[in-house]
């Protein structure tokens, strides 16, 4: 059950940054209230609205800054900053023209659900290795009792009851 939960949570984290408007970029996780909240415009924008994903009115309008130039993907940039908006909910933004970015979250537990997968996945990989780590310590114990009882003569004889004697 875990192992679905995981890859459903993941498939929708995947399907959500896919979703992203390529000219709107912002956190795809989402914002915490009370937090800095800003997303990046790939093309030139004086102005910008934030609606609410269910009755698509606007809640916040603001103005851009830039340009900005992203020296790294060599293109200009405009900031739409709504730090200024806490209220909990769904939420989208809007340009002037009617381009729509992906909805995004904005509430206090926003990266509860990330860390939830994250918890899994360690608890998943900690699983497997404890399994791995105890067949390893099984064939270890079944060598040494195995070798507790073979007739062995000469310098291989001591170099094993050095050995297994070491190992117990």
């Not at 929708?12 to 795809?28: D, E, G, K, P, T």
């Not at 934030?50 to 900005?68: L, Q, S």
């Not at 739409?80 to 979250?105: C, M, Q, R, W």
Request: charged letters at 15%; glycine letters at 6%; hydrophobic letters at 45%.
């Amino acid at each position: 059950m875990k192992k679905n939960r995981f890859i459903l949570l993941l498939s929708i984290w995947c399907l959500h940054a896919y979703a992203q408007n390529a000219n709107i970029r912002f956190n795809s996780l989402g914002f915490v209230p009370q937090q800095k909240k800003e997303a990046t415009l790939i093309k030139k924008c004086d102005s910008f609205v934030v609606k609410d994903a269910v009755t698509h009115k606007i809640v916040f309008e603001g103005r851009t800054h830039g340009p900005i130039f992203q020296q790294d993907v060599n293109q200009q940039a405009w900031i739409a900053d709504f730090s200024a908006f806490n209220t909990s909910g769904n939420y989208y933004i809007e340009l002037p023209d009617g381009e729509k970015s992906a909805v995004f979250p904005v509430n206090e537990n926003v990266y509860n659900i990330y860390g939830d997968v994250a918890l899994m996945f360690m608890e998943s990989i900690m699983e497997k290795c404890f399994r791995m780590l105890h067949a390893i310590w099984m064939m270890g114990m079944m060598i040494i009792l195995a070798t507790r009882d073979l007739n062995v003569t000469g310098q291989a004889a001591g170099t094993m009851q050095v050995i297994t004697a070491n190992m117990l």
